[in-house]
RNA sequence: GCUUGUGUGGUGUAGUACGGCCCAUCAUAGUGGGUUUUCAUCCCGCCGACCCGGGUUCGAAUCCCGGCACGAGCACCA
C-alpha cells in the first residue's frame, strides 16, 4: 500500500460528510442584543467560505429569546447582514429570525410533550438541581401526557403561571453521567416584551431547543461553532433522537483570545456604549467588526487570519500583530504615501533650490503625485533636528538648514518633511484609551477614509477629523 | 465534584485516523543582512518546539498505560 506523501496542507481543512448532489447548509447564529465583534468573524469567515467553496448555502439566524438577560437591540437586525456580507463577500442566502417563528417552536414543544418525551416541571430551580445532582426524577416528570398538556396551557396563559414557575424540559435520563444532559430545559416564561414582537408570546424557547429545531427545520448539513457548545450538541442529539431527525456534522474550534483584547461581552459594550463610556459601536478602543473596518481592516486579511488559525480545538492567545500583518500585504500596494510630521520643529533652507515640485505617491506603484511649494523652509520632527539628513526625495542638507547637494550625497538618515501642510491630529488608540498626537499634515486631496502610509510611522486612514492609527 | 475537550518553537500552525519519507512544515514575532531617497514594502540568513514518565517496536510527535497542566459545560443566557 503505498503511502500518501505527506505534504503541507494549505487552507481550511477539506468538509467532512459532503453528500454528492447535496447542497451544504451552513449557518452563523449571533445574538442581535449588540453589533458583532472580533470573535464573531471567525464563524461568519470559516461558515461563509465553507459554503462557498461547496457551492452550499449560508444561513443568518437571529437567535433572540432571550429578552431579559440579552434584549435584542433593533439596529442590529439591520446591520449585522451588512456586517455579514461585508466579510463573506456576498449576502447570506437566508435569513432567519427566531423571534418570527415562535408558533413554529410552540408547535414542537407540543409534540414533545405529546410524544411523551418533553413535559412542564414546576420545580424550583434550586429543586430541580437537587435532583440533577443526586440523579433522581422530579415529580413533575411522571404526570400524565393531559396534565402536561393542560400545564402548557398554562404557561401561555397570563393568568397562567407566572416567570419561574414553570419550564418545559426534555425527557432524556437522569442517570446520565454527564449532569448538563440530564432533563435539559426547553424553554421558559418570560413576560419582559420583546421589541420586535411585544408581548405576543410568553413562552420561549431555549436555546438548545430553539436552536436544535430550526437547524432541522432549514435542513442544516454542517453545523461549525465553539467546543464550549460540545454539550450542548450532545443535548440536541437527544432531543433529535425522540424526533427521530438525524443531527448534521458538527466542527468545533477552541477558545481564542486576543491579546489586546480584555473581556469584552456584547453585553458590557453595550451598557458601556449607552453610558458614554465609549463614543459607539466603532468607538476605536472596541473589539468590534465596526472597529476593525474603521481601522482599516480588510475583510480578506481576516479571511486569512482565521484561515490560518484553523479548526483546531486548542485554545489559544493570538496577538493582532498576525492580523496587522496579513493587513499589510493587502493594503500597501494601494496605500498613498504621506508625510505627517510629529512635534513639527520649522527648519529653514537657505541655498539654491526648486521650491516647487512633485514627488511619487508610491515608490513602486503609480499611485499619483504629491505636489510641494516650498517658501522659507519645512517643518520636520524635532527628533531629526540638528543633525545633517536628507530630506526625502528633495535634498541634504547640515544641521542648521543649508542645502549641501541636491542629489543624495551620502549615507545620512533619510527623513521626511512637509512644505506647508496644515496641523491635525493622529489617533492612536492604546488598550483602554486614546493616544493623540498633535502634528503637520501634508496636504493632500484625498477623501476621508483614504488609507495612507504616513512615512516613516505606519499606517492610517483619513478621518474627518485627522487620522486614526491603523497598525505599524 | 461530575462531565467533556486540549497539550508541537515566544505566538499560531502542518504532520497524528494508516509508526519509518519528521535530526519535524509554513507563517508571525525577534534578530542579522540586502534592495529602497521611509523605521514601510520586497528579498535572504539566523533563532527556536513534539507536556511528563513508563511501555510496545528494529524504529514513536504519531500506538498503549499512567500522570500533570490548562480550558469549557453542569443557567428558567446565547
Known amino acids: 500500500m503505498e503511502k500518501k506523501i505527506k505534504t503541507r496542507r494549505e487552507g481550511l481543512p477539506d468538509l467532512p460528510n459532503v453528500i454528492e448532489g447535496v447542497k451544504p447548509v451552513f449557518r452563523f447564529a449571533p445574538n442581535p442584543n449588540g ?12 461558515n461563509g467560505m465553507y459554503a462557498k467553496k461547496h457551492d452550499g448555502e449560508l444561513i443568518l439566524r437571529f437567535d433572540d429569546t432571550d429578552t431579559t438577560v440579552k434584549p435584542p437591540m433593533m439596529p442590529a437586525y439591520d446591520i449585522i447582514p451588512e456586517e455579514q456580507e461585508w466579510l463573506c463577500g456576498f449576502p447570506a442566502h437566508r435569513i432567519i429570525i427566531a423571534s418570527d417563528r415562535i408558533p413554529v417552536y410552540h408547535e414542537y414543544i407540543a409534540k414533545m410533550i405529546s410524544g411523551e418525551f418533553g413535559y412542564v416541571c414546576t420545580c424550583s430551580a434550586d429543586d430541580f438541581k437537587v435532583h440533577r445532582v443526586a440523579m433522581t426524577e422530579c415529580p413533575c416528570r411522571d404526570n400524565s401526557i393531559s396534565d402536561n398538556l393542560g400545564k402548557w396551557q398554562k404557561m401561555n396563559d397570563k393568568n397562567g403561571f407566572q416567570p419561574g414557575d414553570a419550564v418545559v424540559r426534555v425527557k432524556t435520563d437522569m442517570s446520565l453521567k454527564n449532569p448538563a444532559l440530564r432533563d435539559w430545559p426547553a424553554a421558559r416564561i418570560q413576560t419582559n416584551p420583546h421589541p420586535r414582537v411585544g ?17 432541522h427545520l432549514q435542513g442544516v448539513t454542517h453545523i461549525i461553532r465553539g467546543k464550549d457548545l460540545m454539550d450542548s450538541t450532545r443535548k440536541q442529539t437527544l432531543l433529535y433522537a425522540h424526533f427521530g431527525w438525524q443531527y448534521p456534522e458538527t466542527i468545533y474550534w477552541g477558545r481564542v483570545k486576543v491579546h489586546e483584547y480584555g473581556g469584552f461581552s456584547t453585553s458590557q459594550m453595550r451598557r458601556d456604549i449607552e453610558a458614554g463610556v465609549y463614543s459607539g459601536w466603532d468607538d476605536i478602543r472596541l473589539p468590534t467588526l465596526g472597529t476593525l473596518k474603521r481601522r482599516g481592516i480588510q475583510a480578506k486579511a481576516l479571511e486569512s487570519f482565521w484561515i490560518e488559525l484553523g479548526l483546531t480545538q486548542k485554545d489559544i492567545a493570538v496577538p493582532l500583530s498576525t492580523l496587522y500583518s496579513h493587513n ?25 533650490l526648486e521650491r516647487t515640485g512633485t514627488i511619487a505617491a508610491h515608490p513602486k506603484v503609480d499611485l499619483g503625485q504629491r505636489e510641494y511649494h516650498i517658501d522659507q523652509g519645512v517643518w520636520i520632527e524635532a527628533e531629526d533636528y540638528g543633525k545633517p539628513v536628507r530630506l526625502m526625495d528633495l535634498c541634504d542638507i547640515d544641521s542648521v538648514g543649508n542645502i549641501e547637494s541636491i542629489d543624495r550625497s551620502d549615507k545620512r538618515p533619510v527623513i521626511h518633511w512637509v512644505a506647508g501642510g496644515s496641523p491635525s491630529t493622529l489617533r492612536i488608540p492604546k488598550g483602554d484609551e486614546i493616544i493623540t498626537v498633535e502634528g503637520i499634515l501634508e496636504t493632500n486631496s484625498h477623501p476621508v477614509g483614504t488609507i495612507v502610509q504616513l512615512e516613516r510611522i505606519g499606517y492610517g486612514i483619513i478621518e474627518d477629523d485627522g487620522l486614526l492609527m491603523l497598525h505599524d
Open 328 to 352: 499589510t500585504k493587502i493594503i500597501d500596494s494601494s496605500s498613498p504615501r504621506l508625510a505627517f510630521i510629529r512635534e513639527a520643529t520649522p527648519m529653514t533652507l537657505t541655498g539654491v
Open 199 to 215: 408581548d405576543a408570546y410568553r413562552v420561549w424557547p431555549l436555546l438548545d431547543f430553539q436552536s436544535a429545531v430550526e437547524d
Open 35 to 46: 453589533l458583532l465583534s472580533f470573535g464573531h468573524s471567525r464563524g461568519l469567515i470559516i
